[in-house]
C-alpha cells in the first residue's frame, strides 16, 4: 500500500511511518520544513515538502495521487496560539479531505481528540483547539466519498507502547502512549470496516488487533 501521512513529522507520524514502512508499506509524510526530511528517511519515509497552512487543494492532490490511503495526524501543537489552531487542526484537516476527495483515495484516517466537540464552549487555547478538532471532524463526516474513520486519543504519553488498549465510541477518559495511537492507526488503515466510526482511544487491557477487529464487527 502506498499511505500518505499530513503532519509527517509529528510524534506520532515518525512511529506510524516506522510501523507502515517496516511492515512494507510505501509511506509519505507531508512536512513543512525541509530540515525534517531527514528523520522521515531514517524511519523509512519519504518526505514531501508542502505548506498545508498555504497549499491549494490542487497541491495537496497531487501528493495524494496513487495513495491507497491517506492519514491526516497534522496539529498545530503545543504552544502554538488560537489563530493556528483554526488554520491547521481545523482549515487543514478539512483541506486534506477535499484533497483526497478530488484524487478519489477512499481509505482515510483523522486523528482528532477527546472531547473534540464543533460546539465546545470556552475561550482558553484549548477550548479553542478542541471546538477547531470538532469541527474538522463534523467536515470529514459529510464527505460520502471518504471511508473515513476518526481517532480521539486520550491524554497523549511517551511511555513505552503496551500493545493493550480500550478501543470504543466512548470509553471516558485516560491516557494513551503514542506508541499505541501509532499502532492503532496501522490496524485501521488496514480494516476498511471501521469507516464511519468515531472511536476513542485508551490504555486497557486488550492487544489493538482484537480491539480493531471488534469495533469493525459491531
Known sequence: MRIVIAGGHGQIALRLERLLAGRGDEVAGIIRRPEQGDDLRFVGAEPVLCDLESATVEQVAAHLQGADAAVFAAGAGPGSGAARKDTVDRDAARLFADAAVRT???????????????????????????????????????????????????????????????????????????????????????????????LELISGSTPVSVAVKSVAGN
Open 104 to 198: 478519489g483515495v477512499r481509505r482515510h484516517i483523522v486523528v482528532s481528540s477527546m472531547g473534540a466537540d464543533p460546539d465546545h464552549q470556552g475561550d482558553e487555547i484549548f477550548d479553542v483547539y478542541l471546538r477547531a478538532k470538532g469541527k474538522a471532524d463534523e467536515y470529514v463526516r459529510k464527505q460520502s466519498a471518504l471511508d473515513w474513520t476518526i481517532l480521539r486519543p486520550g491524554s497523549l504519553t511517551n511511555d513505552p507502547g503496551t500493545g493493550l488498549v480500550r478501543l470504543e465510541a466512548s470509553t471516558g477518559r485516560g491516557s494513551i502512549p503514542r506508541d499505541d495511537v501509532a499502532t492503532a492507526l496501522a490496524e485501521l488503515v488496514d480494516t476498511p470496516a471501521t469507516a464511519g466510526l468515531t
